[in-house]
């Protein structure tokens, strides 16, 4: 319909929303002003000028009868030459997230049409966010952000189309993206954007009456703020997770409990990290003996998890042996494709180790796991891994040179 009527701001919205094009580039290919490119997509002015037309649907490939216009020249051209001659981004096929056909058509046209979205397309959905959790555990945060805004700008746009009886899951479905994404952020150091999508996802959370997603941007919440060494925030954001949460799983809970003993031991609090460490996993346990009743997003919560918990709890509190006791076996058991929690784990063994006077083994627990760090475990893991090499250098421990010049070499 925009088409035919030469509504182009509606053109050049739709192509940023769900083509990632920006305006400036829009411009630049359709010889247009940025600042008028905005206007019309603001539904300011119009482009009624034959010669206009022309060049906006030759830059963006619109076939002329949809515009009024005789075949365009690149029309003729075969389908295949065609498609690599405008094709302009990346794409990635991964057959094991792909829906069926039937599926794959009738999202296409809930996205571009007035189809109304079905449980079909939801649950897929569904499944592609948690194949993408697991994929980033592997390959880090950085090559699915762009990947996950565009889902959850998808997702976002579902909720028109869906009636009253799923728009409440749509709701909840865009909660999940958001936290998804305020987790990435996170990961990669940018804390300002990772609040901001935690409050976006616990806003969505609250609409949707989904208390495990209200509670966990809560824990996450917490979780930056240990981050940043704030502990008495750590703590009392974990709080808050549990009370202002009713009726939130049992893993849910043993997540927050567990984010609280973390801001006791930062705060050198041992006891009660302790106690909240028990709690935790007490709660944890039984969580798993009924798999069914946690969200999706607490696959990764387990025994070894809490292994590794206790260990980063003994770090805070200097008792170096007690967390490489802890933390060596944690990460032994860390499954193969969980390369970032392996990287981050492993360097926070090197430090422990380094800590507790062991310089040999504390540098070749750094060397073995200083490529992933750089690759999928910056900022936090390769940091980890400079601040290991300081304590050495400090030390005067002569295999401190070996760990310099090995981090130097990946840049």
Not at 54 to 66: E, V
Not at 247 to 253: E, K, T
Not at 288 to 294: F, H, I, L, Q, V
Not at 304 to 332: I, K, S, Y
Request: glycine residues 8%; aromatic residues 6%; neutral net charge.
């Amino acid at each position: 319909m925009a088409l035919r009527c030469h509504d182009f701001g509606t053109v050049f919205r739709l192509a940023r929303q769900w083509g990632g094009i920006s305006f400036l580039k829009i411009a630049d290919a359709c010889d247009i002003k940025p600042e008028r490119v905005g206007k019309l997509a603001r539904g300011e002015g119009s482009i009624t000028t034959y010669e206009k037309i022309r060049q906006i649907a030759d830059a963006l490939r619109i076939p002329g009868h949809l515009v009024g216009l005789g075949p365009r020249p690149w029309e003729s051209a075969p389908p295949q030459a065609a498609a690599r001659e405008t094709a302009s981004i990346a794409s990635l096929e991964l057959s094991s997230l792909a829906p069926d056909p039937d599926l794959l058509d009738r999202l296409t046209k809930t996205v571009r049409g007035p189809a109304r979205v079905d449980r079909a397309i939801l649950d897929w959905l569904d499944r592609l966010l948690a194949e993408h959790r697991r994929a980033e555990d592997d390959i880090g945060s950085r090559p699915l952000v762009g990947i996950m805004r565009q889902q959850l700008s998808t997702v976002v746009g579902l909720h028109g189309t869906a009636g009253s009886e799923l728009a409440t899951r749509v709701i909840r479905l865009a909660s999940e993206h958001a936290q998804f994404l305020a987790w990435m952020a996170q990961d990669q150091g940018d804390s300002s954007a990772a609040l901001a999508w935690y409050d976006r996802s616990h806003e969505w959370a609250l609409e949707a009456a989904d208390p495990h997603m209200a509670a966990t941007t809560l824990s996450m919440k917490a979780h930056l703020a240990w981050s940043a060494g704030d502990a008495r925030r750590c703590v009392r954001l974990a709080q808050a997770a549990r009370w202002a949460s009713p009726g939130i799983s049992l893993g849910v809970q043993g997540m927050a409990a567990q984010m609280e003993a973390r801001g006791h031991a930062l705060n050198g609090e041992a006891d009660a990290a302790h106690r909240l460490l028990d709690e935790a996993q007490g709660l944890i346990a039984r969580a798993a003996e009924r798999p069914e009743d946690e969200p999706p997003w607490m696959y990764f919560y387990g025994e070894n998890w809490f292994t590794l918990q206790r260990g980063m709890a003994e770090m805070h509190l200097c008792r170096w042996d007690a967390a490489v006791d802890l933390l060596r076996p944690g990460v032994d058991a860390l499954p193969a494709p969980y390369r970032r929690d392996r990287s981050w784990y492993s360097a926070c063994l090197a430090h422990a180790l380094a800590a507790a006077g062991q310089a040999d083994a504390a540098v070749h627990t750094a060397l073995d796991c200083s490529a992933d760090a750089s690759a999928v475990g910056r900022p936090h893991a390769w940091n980890e891994l400079h601040t290991t090499a300081a304590l050495l250098l400090r030390r005067g421990a002569p295999q401190a040179r070996t760990l310099v010049d090995a981090l130097r070499g990946y840049g």
